[in-house]
């Protein structure tokens, strides 16, 4: 199994949770982060902002529909601009659903 954590636009958040629900994926973790990425923040005028609002989803697949999940996300969250975001993969290892103590894995 793998962990996607997709930090996309705060704008975009409800768009990218919509279409991966539409395309199956509909177990995920959201949350609202802040951060900056290459661009190192943002400045406007004479006012800097050193980390932006973005938001964090969460989910955990198998390894076969990874790569249909990270499609879906790019094409959602893509607008082209600094800022649209990033797509972690990362190996899950185990897995325990608290309810039942139940490995899922």
């Known amino acids: 199994m793998k962990k996607v954590s997709a930090i996309v636009r705060p704008e975009m958040a409800e768009e990218v ?9 509909s177990a995920l973790t959201k949350m609202d982060v802040a951060g900056r990425g290459k661009q190192m923040g ?8 050193d980390e932006l609002p973005k938001v964090m989803l969460w989910l ?3 390894d076969e529909r990874v790569n249909e999940a990270v499609e879906i996300i790019n094409k959602t ?9 990033k797509i972690f993969i ?15 894995l």
Not at 42 to 49: A, E, T
Not at 90 to 104: F, H, L, Q
């Open 17 to 25: 949770s919509e279409a991966l629900a539409k395309g199956g994926f």
């Open 42 to 49: 943002l400045r406007m005028g004479s006012v800097y902002y």
């Open 60 to 62: 955990v697949l198998d």
């Open 77 to 85: 969250a893509h607008t082209g601009n600094f800022g649209d975001g």
């Open 90 to 104: 990362s190996p899950v290892e185990e897995a325990y659903t608290i309810r039942t103590g139940v490995k899922e």
